[in-house]
């Protein structure tokens, strides 16, 4: 599939009536594993870059184009229609044009642009959001920067959790308005919030996160939410496997104690794709069948 169909794919979910629960993927081979496992949509976040590529935490330290990169790599490893989390933009309008044109680039299938003010001014320790003014002209630039119109572009807020419910409304409100293909809200914590949240949409709705109160499907999907994200846990995972491994064996475990625990060679053969570039092997380079 190429970014056409990925990005034609990506947009029925949007224009769908089912809310989906995209894989959280990292890297080529997390990417493989959700695609062989059936997961319709992966979401790349900027939290997770920030691990997987400078072993940092999510205080927006990655460049652009390390984060645009590493998307590249896990979009050419499939198929897997992609989400990613592109942050502020990584500047101002102008640069959410250039965010824009690498992701573009990439192969991604959409993106969101958040209005919180990163990275973090000096001296300030809350979370502070940028004018709505300034919002919008960012989105209105990341519109007018993609050359593909299936690219979807997504607005983002944290509004709910950082200056209350009314201005995120009106953030949802003034974003929708610049053309925007979905809305992506954080901090939305009560079937109350969204229900209002839901009440003043125009367009699909995106959820990061899915405390207690939210986690029903059909409820979500009746509100217009066609995308929750449900967190990262298999970075997490992948870190904490990796960590026991190693301690184990600088504690003296032996390699054959821990075969139990490895991925098995023929998980190994799927993802990397062994059979076909076997198959390659023998067409170009002349390897015996």
Same mark, same amino acid.
């Given at each position: 599939m190429n970014c056409?169909?990925?990005?034609?794919?990506?947009?029925?979910?949007?224009?769908?009536?089912?809310?989906v629960h995209p894989a959280s993927v990292y890297d080529p081979l997390s990417a493989r594993m959700a695609e062989e496992l059936g997961c319709e949509l992966g979401m790349f976040a900027g939290s997770v870059a920030a691990l997987v590529v400078l072993g940092a935490p999510d205080i927006v330290l990655l460049t652009l184009s390390e984060f645009a990169q590493q998307a590249h790599r896990i979009c050419r490893a499939g198929t897997l229609p992609l989400l990613v989390d592109a942050d502020h933009g990584y500047g101002n309008a102008l640069n959410v044009r250039r965010t824009v044109e690498e992701l573009e680039t990439a192969g991604i299938a959409a993106?969101?642009?958040?209005?919180?003010?990163?990275?973090?001014p000096f001296g300030a320790a809350e979370t502070r959001l940028i004018p #709505?003014?300034?919002?919008? $002209?960012? !989105?209105? +630039?990341? %519109?007018?920067?993609?050359?593909?119109?299936?690219?979807?572009?997504?607005?983002?807020?944290?509004?709910v959790s950082v200056t209350g419910l009314d201005d995120a409304i009106a953030r949802l409100d003034a974003y929708?308005?610049?053309?925007?293909?979905?809305?992506?809200?954080?901090?939305?914590?009560?079937?109350?919030?969204?229900?209002?949240?839901?009440?003043?949409?125009? #367009?699909?709705?995106?959820? $990061?996160? !899915?405390? +207690?109160? %939210?986690a029903d499907a059909g409820y979500l999907a009746a509100r217009g939410v066609r995308i929750a994200l449900r967190g990262h846990q298999p970075v997490m995972a992948a870190i904490q496997a990796a960590w026991e491994t190693m301690r184990r064996l600088q504690e003296g475990a032996t390699p054959q104690s821990l075969a139990g625990t490895l991925a098995p060679e023929d998980l190994l053969d799927r993802l990397t794709g062994k059979p076909r570039i076997r198959q390659m092997q023998q067409a170009f380079l002349g390897l015996p069948r």
């Open positions: 056409t169909g990925r990005r034609a794919a990506f947009r029925a979910i949007l224009s769908g009536g089912r809310c993106l969101t642009i958040e209005d919180t003010l990163l990275p973090q #709505v003014e300034e919002g919008v $002209g960012k !989105l209105r +630039a990341a %519109l007018d920067a993609r050359q593909d119109p299936g690219l979807a572009v997504i607005g983002r807020t944290s509004a929708q308005r610049t053309g925007i293909d979905a809305m992506f809200l954080t901090g939305i914590g009560t079937r109350a919030q969204l229900d209002a949240v839901s009440a003043a949409a125009r #367009v699909p709705l995106v959820l $990061g996160g !899915l405390p +207690a109160e %939210l």
